[in-house]
């Protein structure tokens, strides 16, 4: 019969041990780099990883920039998940149809939605689409970030969002710096800018950080908000076409009367810019909430041992990202029930 003259497939004894030995080399090697990973990430991140590591969001190359298309094959591949969702939205796609029980939450923001410093799977937005669905949502969460954004970029991101996903909530993740401004980025920003500059005849204010050392971010951004710059009267259109939008909530990394998320790390930093931010930031929500919009700063009581990445890194920690997931999941379940 057939059956008699096929012979059972077996490794010879020694071939199987040098198998065995291979698998367990394979294993220890990877838990070993895990290990290695972990010890590195936690210990040495300012001089292993900061502004170089690929896998914590550092580019040599950012993808609005010209020269995005020309970006190595390695940043490519550890990006994808990172980038995926701003990718598409750019392309001009409409994305695909969620069913009736799915929710859909949009986030527009800077480097902190972003994810500078942590992994992928460790931002806020990602963290969020998992307590969401712990309280009983279904929810895709999108992530439209890119480091550097101002509030021109968001507004127009969030035209594209309107046009191509039509989601049930769009978070606009806001940072006192959002007036320092970029030059285009995204389709349709031009044509933006130019509705804009009609009504808001003010000359442009100009972060003047690179150049100048002798002041931070902070005194800038705080100096963006004056009524005789540009920027301010954009951020006021843009609030009073956003407070129209029911579907649309500001989230503030910051509050006015708690530490600078970017403070708390480096008490000099502290001392010297907390009243500077503080005071844009005030501003900053005042301007949203005088043109009726739903501002919600973050505030937690928990207490972490790492507000931000490391002492060189002022980003988020994965804990603080942890913490802002927690917060918008709270506002975001009582919208949806």
Known sequence: M??????????????FRIFILLIFSLITTLSCLIC???????????????????????????????????????EKIITVERERDIRYLISGKEFPKTNSQTKTVAIIGDSLTYGLGVLS??????????????????????????????????????????????????????????????DPRYPGEIELIRKLDKTC????????????????????AQLSFSPAFRNRCYLEKIAQDMSQDEKVIFFSFDSVDETPWCGSLDPTMSQNTAPEYQEATQEYISILNQTNNSVYSFKSETKIDNNSVSKAELHPSHQKHDLYAQYLSQIITQKFE
Not at 2 to 15: A, D, M, V, Y
Not at 36 to 53: G, M, N, P, T
């Open 2 to 15: 057939i059956s008699k003259n096929i012979r059972k497939f077996t490794l010879p004894k020694f071939q």
């Open 36 to 74: 290695l990973f972990w010890v590195s990430e936690h210990w040495f991140f300012d001089q292993i990883f900061y502004k170089k590591s690929a896998f914590h969001g550092y580019m040599n190359q950012w993808f609005h920039d010209a020269s995005a298309n020309k970006t190595n094959w390695f």
């Open 121 to 182: 799977h460790q931002r806020y937005s990602n963290i969020l689409a998992n307590k969401l669905q712990k309280n009983g949502f279904n929810t895709k969460v999108y992530n439209f970030s890119d480091p550097g954004n101002s509030i021109v970029e968001a507004y127009a991101l969030y035209q594209l969002v309107k046009k191509q996903l039509d989601p049930d909530l769009i978070i606009i993740a806001i940072v006192n710096n959002d007036l320092l401004l970029n």
């Open 201 to 220: 005849p003010q000359p442009i204010f100009q972060d003047k950080t690179e150049t100048d050392r002798t002041h931070t971010f902070h005194y800038y």
